[in-house]
T-cell receptor
């Protein structure tokens, strides 16, 4: 299957700082990328949908000013968690797809805010 | 009502057993459904897509019942390596957005 690379896989940051997570589709051009968050023992919750060259659309209850998404090209989307707090600690996962394929997932980023 | 609902389990079964999971979805217009497998602290991996006619891949069989709005996954001859969380996914109509159920945890015991 297609490869989606997410970086970093793990990050620890201090409360109040910002963290950027990258999601790249390595062998295909993704029309759409998605960002999910997963808390322990819970399911993946869709945060936002990202299309290249346009603004991301956020799910209800997700703060767009806190979770900044940039989709600069058909192979790269970034999620920046701004002014991170301990409650933002979670597993963040991206996925990418084209029109005629299923979604392929990145390896996930485990964020710990201390 | 949640868009996708699953029994969280855990289902503890002996090796060799047959186990079935069900999942219900709320949007009758949904067209695409999937089962993903997620191992602890890892990303989900596609197990199989679910088609109206049902589909089988080795020991795994998935079925869709549109009238009752549920999908199922049957695992035959369970292996220890099948232990994982199985996530039911429905695509929100017209959006390409995947909506995940809470996942059903399976433990296959020796």
């Amino acid at each position: 299957g297609a490869v989606v690379s997410q970086h970093p896989s793990r990050v620890i940051c201090k409360s109040g700082t910002s963290v950027k997570i990258e999601c790249r589709s390595l062998d295909f051009q993704a029309t759409t990328m998605f960002w999910y968050r997963q808390f322990p023992k819970q399911s993946l919750m869709l945060m936002a949908t990202s299309n290249e060259g346009s603004k991301a659309t956020y799910e209800q209850g997700v703060e767009k000013d806190k979770f900044l998404i940039n989709h600069a090209s058909l192979t790269l989307s970034t999620l920046t968690v701004t002014s991170a707090h301990p409650e933002d600690s979670s597993f963040y996962i991206c996925s990418a797809k084209t029109v005629n394929t299923e979604a392929f997932f990145g390896q996930g980023t485990r964020l710990t805010v201390v | 009502r949640k868009e996708v609902e699953q029994d969280p389990g855990p289902f503890n079964v002996p090796e060799g057993a047959t186990v079935a999971f069900n999942c219900t979805y709320s949007n009758s217009a949904s067209q695409s459904f999937f089962w993903y497998r997620q191992d602890c602290r890892k990303e989900p991996k596609l197990l199989m897509s679910v088609y109206s006619s049902g589909n089988e891949d080795g020991r795994f069989t998935a079925q869709l019942n549109r009238a009752s709005q549920y999908i199922s996954l049957l695992i035959r001859d369970s292996k220890l390596s099948d232990s994982a969380t199985y996530l039911c996914v429905a695509e929100r109509p017209g959006t390409y957005k995947y909506i995940f159920g809470t996942g059903t945890r399976l433990k296959v015991l020796a």
